[in-house]
């Protein structure tokens, strides 16, 4: 089994706007997941510096960031960053330059854990609907352009308010989803904008929204999670 976790960390700006990186890292903790999807892990002005602070997820967590190799002070490309337990081998990563409207991007990694291969791709599409569609085709494609068959996991905040259409319906046709909840906005969760969908050689034994109240206070949205294993 396999637990990963999908979570718009909001630059690690609280509901009360002030930044405080130590509640994110509480409720990653919290969590417990082996894999987990950052969205919004860099600064957004500025030299786009990563939200979390090296040496704090360093010394006070069990995680470490794939290195993307794309910005030096940051965590993440667009924003958008992957975790790993440290025990975790990287074998593959790789950024994805996706069509946007405004700046987005999605990213991938192989690991092992538990001597089994994972691919995970994190994301965060954008508001316009047409432009999430497109590019979730173009992830789409991404995932179905690897020679090998890998076990593989999409995960991000889709920005997607409808319930069925959309990206949604584009992803669901490859894919399927994990019916997490809603986790949006964290404080009074209307809306399932952020997603975990899974390949046929998964299935989902257990899924959820992370709803505590440091996570009701850490970012707006709230973290979604879920358990895989093998088919």
């Keep these: 089994m396999i637990k990963v976790a999908s979570y718009n960390m909001h ?4 509901t009360d706007r002030r930044r405080n990186p130590e509640r ?3 409720v990653l903790h919290q969590m417990d997941a082996d894999v987990i999807a950052l969205q919004e892990a860099d600064r957004r002005f500025g030299p786009r510096i990563s939200a979390i602070p090296p040496h704090l997820l360093e010394l006070h967590s069990d995680y470490k960031a794939v290195p993307l190799d794309v ?3 940051s965590m993440g490309w667009h924003g958008n960053a992957i975790l790993v337990r440290k025990s975790a081998m990287i074998i593959r990563h790789d950024i994805l330059h996706i069509p946007y409207l405004e700046p987005r991007g999605a990213v991938m990694a192989e690991v092992v854990m538990n001597d089994q291969t994972l691919r995970i791709f994190g994301m965060h ?7 999430r569609r497109r590019q979730a085709a173009a992830v789409i494609a991404r995932a ?3 020679d090998d068959a890998s076990p593989t996991v999409l995960m991000g905040d889709l920005n997607e308010w409808s319930a069925q259409g959309g990206c949604l319906r584009d992803f669901g046709h490859h894919f399927s989803f994990a019916h997490c909840g809603k986790s949006f906005h964290a404080r009074r969760p209307v809306a399932r904008l952020d997603r975990i969908m899974h390949c046929g050689q998964l299935v989902v034994t257990d899924c959820g929204v992370h709803d505590s109240p440091s996570a009701r206070k850490a970012s707006d949205h709230l973290p979604i999670w879920a358990e895989l294993e093998r088919v």
Excluded: P, V
């Excluded at 630059?11 to 609280?14: D, F, L, Q």
């Excluded at 599409?125 to 432009?131: E, F, V």
């Design 144 to 146: 179905a352009g690897y």
């Design 125 to 131: 599409l954008d508001l316009s609907g047409l432009w």
């Design 71 to 73: 910005h030096t002070d």
């Design 11 to 14: 630059r690690a700006i609280g």
């Design 24 to 26: 994110i890292l509480d």
